[in-house]
């Protein structure tokens, strides 16, 4: 069924937001930005001829926003990584169209680990991580509609399935982040603990 990874992982991010996490600011945003992403995915805006799932435009504005609060130059490395992703999401998209031996089994997933190894690599700040998946996606679902429309009668920008694509690769995203956290955590107490033993001697 598609959607459900959406669904499910995101009331989990939300819930953990909401209730786990100190009461910030940045809290009731993120809270805020997870539950509009939820509503908004059973509703369109029409736009021309074509029309747009609201997760999806959300998502596109939301890593427009985040992506232009940086530098010139940071802004447009961003960009670059951007249309890097978006190649690579529309090509697996239309591979998965003509071809679908290839990806017959989980093509949710293997789309879903692509990004999260091209994010991974190409950027290290959280925050823009998740702001390029969005923008990564929300672009990619704009081409390949755009191209299949012109061989079949497609004008849904954002399937369900797209959604999925950012709810597994969020989440995934965010355990490597944790994992990051740890790994920095656990070097920090090593130094520590040498240092004592050192001044001890």
């Known amino acids: 069924m598609e959607g459900i990874y959406f669904y499910w992982l995101f009331w989990i991010g939300w819930v953990y937001t909401t209730f786990l996490l100190r009461k910030t600011k940045e809290r009731l945003v993120i809270g805020a930005g997870i539950l509009l992403l939820i509503i908004l995915s059973s509703r369109h805006l029409v736009v021309g001829e074509y029309i747009v799932n609201g997760t999806i435009a959300l998502s596109l504005l939301i890593g427009y926003y985040l992506i232009s609060k940086n530098r010139v130059g940071v802004v447009v490395f961003f960009l670059c990584v951007s ?3 978006t190649i690579s999401y529309v090509t697996f998209r239309l591979f998965q169209l003509y071809d679908p031996v290839w990806v017959m089994f989980h093509p949710t997933l293997k789309l879903s680990f692509l990004l999260v190894i091209l994010i991974l690599v190409l950027v290290k700040d959280q925050q823009m991580r998740i702001a390029l998946l969005f923008v990564t996606v929300a672009q990619g679902e704009l081409v390949y509609t755009i191209f299949l429309s012109t061989i079949v009668p497609e004008f849904l ?3 369900r399935e797209s959604l999925d694509i950012i709810a597994i690769t969020s989440c995934i995203i965010f355990l490597w ?7 920095t955590l656990l070097d920090e107490l090593v130094k520590k603990r040498t240092v004592l033993r050192t001044s001890r001697r």
């Open 83 to 85: 249309i890097i992703s």
């Open 157 to 159: 920008i954002g399937q």
């Open 177 to 183: 982040y944790a994992f990051e956290r740890l790994v």
